[in-house]
């Protein structure tokens, strides 16, 4: 924008730059600093105002000493012209922005002023406040003089106190995970955490009837010993989840070292290199992909006796020639020892544990896995000594695998192994010909598979099921004598939940995974009054508990009551020690008394049972119990 003509004749001739300087480009901005500066330089512009507090924006270092120095070279004709302000001249959009960049300066100042004078007078408000109640609480204590030094140092302490709680409790809960964090704990008592936790009843009606030694499940786990945990992973059921709380979540003298990076960890028995699991995330798949009960009852002892004969074998110039192959290896029985062999076999407490799902939301899990592409082509399959044949277990696909295939085409597939897997992996497959459907007649198969899956099931070690989650957590506690980190997370949405289908593809799976269902009733039955035997039995052994330190009270009691008995008859003690007897004496008498009014108030309690019709006893008899309980305490 070009300056007016009166302007342009005020500042004379443009400034020429010095002679060899390079030349330089301006903006309307530059020029508007350096009129600004030219019309603050004349006495009694407007612009001279300005000088005190430049806009924001305006540098004060742009300013030079010959540059101000230098005189305007105006004509003597234009002297009432040259004498007008600088700034009137300028146009009015320039004249407005420099408007508002004083008002920001102004105002700027005046916030800042304002918010400075108000803290300091919410300080001294404080101060004084504080002060007063300083004074009136250790106002005995503290002279007046000092009280206002005495208050500083008590709030910079609280004050520094409290920053001290707040990192300690950063460092000791981070996060929101924290019990103490939660206001629940405060504001309403703790639920049941091993309430339903798949939204159904809570009241649970057996169907089966188990004896006391299928329900108590109690296993002297001796992990510096030679117990193993075997893990039976089907797929599709949570045992991933579950494998990784094993070596993860696990409170032992020597947790399992795993590494960023690896999926397997090393679990070593404390002071040993042996390893006390089993399991995909322990040992790998050492028995094959997903490895089933058949598999793993005859390759789990080979494997672990041929890592221990490795590790004591000799060194290799005194090597035997044959190799120290455990007997289940070589086909023998497990008495007889290969020959050439130096150890000995070692009997090993094999521990069978897995996790069991919802057949059809395990079904429709595993259709979406293979949808994604996965084919366990790397499954073994091994039945007495070989895998089976193309013709035994035909494949359903013709390509490298299955991905993309729609839930039609995977039910319509005769040869699928994800129907009725679960009773499958847990069943014995040489009582029916391993995978040769013509041994037996189909009917006969299928009993024999379920009745041998229910009893291998019955006799695991362990067993959980993945609707129930914190039950499957306390069961496993219950178990192994073996407490967990964090708890369990029970998710109910899954992939398999995600899938809509209607009444009729539902009743098509539970056809087709028929064996499975049963199977799986049969195991939520036993599971959940294991739960309830294991939760009653915890109560009784509290209960017992308490029995037990109550009689310890009592005898307690009864003889120091004898024994004050016996030295208030000696004559020779003197009053202190009477003042002391007399008072223990009526302390023994208010106990006694507890005692009589307990037992006279069981006496009626099961009266009361009895003969319903009787009057109640007065109610303002006091509770024995209690009683007895706070009188021991007073008296101690």
């Known amino acids: 924008m070009a300056l007016p003509a009166c302007a342009a004749r005020a500042l004379g001739p ?67 012209a040259a004498r007008t302000p600088l700034f009137a001249l300028l ?96 504001s309403s008592p703790m639920p049941d955490p091993y309430r339903s936790e798949d939204e159904s009843s809570a009241r649970f009606v057996p169907r089966y009837n188990f004896s006391r ?87 789990v002892p080979a494997v672990v006796d041929g890592k221990r004969d490795a590790r004591l074998r000799p060194s290799r110039g005194d090597q035997p020639p044959t190799p120290c192959l455990p ?23 094999f521990h069978y544990i897995t996790i069991l799902r919802d057949p059809v939301s395990r079904y429709l899990s595993e259709w979406r896995h293979v949808q994604r592409g996965a084919t366990w082509k790397a499954s073994l399959h091994v039945c007495d000594g070989r895998p089976p044949t193309s013709e035994e277990l035909p494949s359903c696909y013709t390509g490298d695998d299955w991905s993309g295939c729609p839930l039609k085409e995977f039910m319509d597939c005769p040869y699928n192994l994800a129907n009725n897997r679960q009773v499958r992996m847990l069943s014995d497959l040489t009582l029916v ?23 291998n099931l019955k006799h695991m070690a362990f067993f959980g099921l993945t609707e129930f989650q914190r039950k499957t957590q306390y069961l496993f506690e219950k178990t192994f004598n073996m407490n967990f980190i964090s708890p369990f997370t029970q998710y109910n949405t899954t992939r398999a939940s995600s899938v ?48 037990e330190q109550r009689k310890f009270l009592k005898g307690r009691f009864l003889q120091t009551h004898f024994q004050s008995q016996g030295q208030s008859q000696n004559p ?22 507890n005692l009589t009014q307990n037992s006279s108030q069981k006496e009626n309690r099961e009266s009361r049972k009895q003969n319903p019709g009787q009057e109640q006893s007065d109610g303002s008899a006091s509770n024995g119990t209690n009683d007895y309980i706070g009188s021991v305490e007073k008296w101690r």
């Not at 001290?164 to 704990?185: D, K, M, N, S």
């Not at 007997?327 to 407490?349: D, H, Y």
């Not at 009053?575 to 106990?591: D, E, G, I, K």
Request: hydrophobic residues 35%.
């Open 14 to 80: 443009p400034l020429q730059p010095e002679r060899g300087a390079p030349a330089r480009t301006t903006c309307p901005r530059r020029h508007s600093r350096v009129e600004a500066e030219l019309a603050a330089s004349r006495p009694g512009s407007v612009a001279a105002s300005v000088r005190a507090g430049p806009p924001r924006g305006v540098s004060r270092g742009f300013n030079s000493q010959p540059f101000l120095d230098e005189p305007l070279k105006a004509s003597s004709s234009l002297a009432g």
């Open 91 to 186: 146009p009015r959009g320039r004249r407005r922005r420099m408007h508002d960049l004083r008002r920001r300066w102004d105002l700027g100042s005046l916030c800042r002023a304002l918010l400075t004078r108000g803290l300091a007078a919410l300080g001294h408000s404080l101060k004084h406040v504080l002060g007063a109640i300083f004074s009136k609480i250790f106002g005995p204590l503290a002279s007046v003089g000092n009280m206002d030094e005495k208050s500083n140092k008590l709030l910079l302490a609280l004050v520094m106190l409290f920053l001290f709680a707040v990192i300690v409790l950063q460092y000791v809960c981070p996060g929101t995970e924290c019990q103490l964090l939660r206001l629940q704990a405060f």
């Open 213 to 299: 030694g299928d329900l108590l499940r109690k296993v002297d786990f001796d992990i510096k010993g030679d117990d193993l945990i075997v893990f039976l992973h089907i797929q599709k059921t949570g045992g991933t989840t579950f494998g990784r709380h094993l070596v993860r979540n696990i409170q032992l003298e020597q947790p399992c070292e795993c590494r960023v990076g690896q999926k397997k960890c090393t679990c070593h028995r404390p002071g040993k290199r042996e390893t006390w699991l089993f399991s995909r995330f322990s040992t790998g798949w050492s028995c094959g992909l997903h490895a089933d009960w058949t598999e793993l009852t005859s390759c």
């Open 327 to 349: 007997p289940s290896a070589l086909g023998g029985p497990q008495e007889i020892m290969p020959a050439g062999c130096s150890w000995e076999t070692v009997k090993r407490n």
């Open 433 to 455: 010909g391993c995978y040769n459907l013509s041994v037996m007649p189909e009917k006969q198969r299928n009993k024999v598979l379920l009745e041998s899956a229910k009893s």
């Open 500 to 547: 809509e289908i209607n009444e009729e593809i539902q009743k098509r799976i539970e056809g087709l995974n028929f064996l499975d269902m049963e199977l799986y009733s049969y195991a939520k039955d036993l599971f959940l009054q294991r739960y309830q035997f294991m939760r009653q039995k915890e109560h009784q052994e509290a209960r017992q508990k308490r029995q």
């Open 572 to 593: 020779s003690q003197n009053p202190s020690q009477n003042l002391n007897l007399n008072a223990n004496q009526n302390v023994t008498q208010n106990l006694i008394q």
